[in-house]
């Protein structure tokens, strides 16, 4: 085990996973994706993103109907739920766009990504795609990934040590909050990407994307608020954003949270800090049409472009070699991983709770 971050932050005891940690595996990757080349499994699949894509265009047109035959009635709370679900599921489509797993062209995989994001999710895809791009790129690292980087939640006990104030309070208990907390996470997503679109940074497609944003909350208010009343109308927008916000934090959080944490400047082969750093939740089918194929986490990192239906089929190829070398290969189940998210939140946020405590008092805490 790595020795402790350099501290003076009293009770900090959080420790970093370095190249000594994870000793090296030579050409790991090559060979598991020469494998996984020869079964086949970097092909496209259009007929299964055939049917995805109809089955949400249908879903939607669904709560479109229900919302115009329903009309001014409290029963829009169920219609606003949904739509809320629907995309949730629309932005894992996004997220498959964007790692090119859709089309044939990288091109036309970005388009189709974001007329998803922006058009019809509402958040930005140049932010997303960014944001994503780093956290793929250095997964659990610190100082690299945003992922676990300071966001009303903290993910590392020096930055849960440094909060003050409000987040102080929310850092103590964070593990308790975290899933009310993502009640507010569909608003923050909307909120982030436009920040992002209207900073000073260049920003490919930026007035596209604005332009599909402003038109997709065009189409979902201007109805909204003609139909329902004023009441009705903020409270079908509040349920929508809770769920979406629900739905996709809890779709993402079990894929790293509770990992090893790498140092920051520690130097890991591409299989080791993937694979070390990422969780599979179990299910099979159930939980990857549920969690959109984020379910397949550890397979879905080596792969990154690999589509959904194939992600299953590689995994014991990942797993065979994973067991062969000694490399560690978590899965679990959706609501162990939920239950090992909230432990580790709570952990990280012991050391908001007193910063100048005394070290040894801080591990009677812990005991």
Not at 9 to 36: D, K, M, N
Not at 87 to 113: D, K, Y
Not at 256 to 282: W, Y
Request: aromatic share 10%; proline share 5%.
């Amino acid at each position: 085990m790595a020795a402790p971050a350099s501290s003076t932050l009293g009770p900090v005891r959080q420790t970093y996973a370095t190249a000594e940690t994870f000793p090296p595996l030579a050409r790991a990757y090559t060979q598991v994706s020469q494998v996984a080349k020869e079964m086949g499994l970097l092909r496209r699949a259009p007929i299964f993103y055939g049917a995805v894509g109809a089955a949400l265009a249908l879903a939607l047109g669904g709560c479109i109907t229900g919302f115009v035959l329903l009309g001014d009635s409290w029963f829009q709370l169920l219609i606003a739920a949904a739509l809320g679900v629907v995309l949730t599921q629309a932005a894992f489509l996004a997220h498959e766009a964007a790692h090119r797993q859709i089309l044939s062209s990288g091109p036309a995989n970005v388009r189709l990504a974001r007329v998803l994001a922006a058009g019809v999710v509402g958040i930005s895809y140049s932010w997303w795609d960014a944001k994503h791009s780093r956290h793929h790129a250095n997964p659990n690292r610190v100082g690299k990934d945003p992922d676990i980087a300071v966001d009303t939640i903290s993910f590392l006990e020096e930055d849960a040590a440094q909060a003050r104030g409000l987040r102080r309070m929310i850092t103590r208990r964070q593990g308790w909050l975290f899933f009310p907390l993502l009640t507010l996470e569909g608003l923050n997503l909307h909120a982030l990407g436009i920040r992002h679109l209207f900073s000073r940074e260049p920003i490919k497609g930026r007035a596209l994307e604005l332009g599909l944003i402003a038109t997709r909350f065009a189409i979902l208010l201007v109805p909204l608020f003609l139909v329902l009343p004023v009441g009705m109308a903020f409270a079908f927008l509040g349920v929508q954003l809770a769920v979406f916000g629900v739905y996709m934090g809890a779709s993402f959080a079990p894929n790293h949270k509770g990992m090893p944490v790498i140092a920051e400047g520690a130097r890991l082969d591409f299989f080791s800090k993937q694979v070390r750093t990422s969780r599979n939740i179990r299910g099979g089918w159930w939980a990857s049409a549920l969690l959109g194929g984020l379910n397949y986490q550890v397979e879905h990192h080596l792969f990154p472009s690999m589509a959904r239906p194939y992600l299953a089929q590689v995994r014991p190829v990942v797993r065979d070699f994973c067991r062969t070398h000694g490399v560690p290969y978590t899965e679990t189940s959706l609501w162990r991983s939920y239950a090992i998210v909230v432990d580790y939140l709570n952990r990280v946020g012991l050391a908001a709770r007193d910063p100048f405590a005394c070290p040894v008092v801080s591990e009677y805490r812990r005991a």
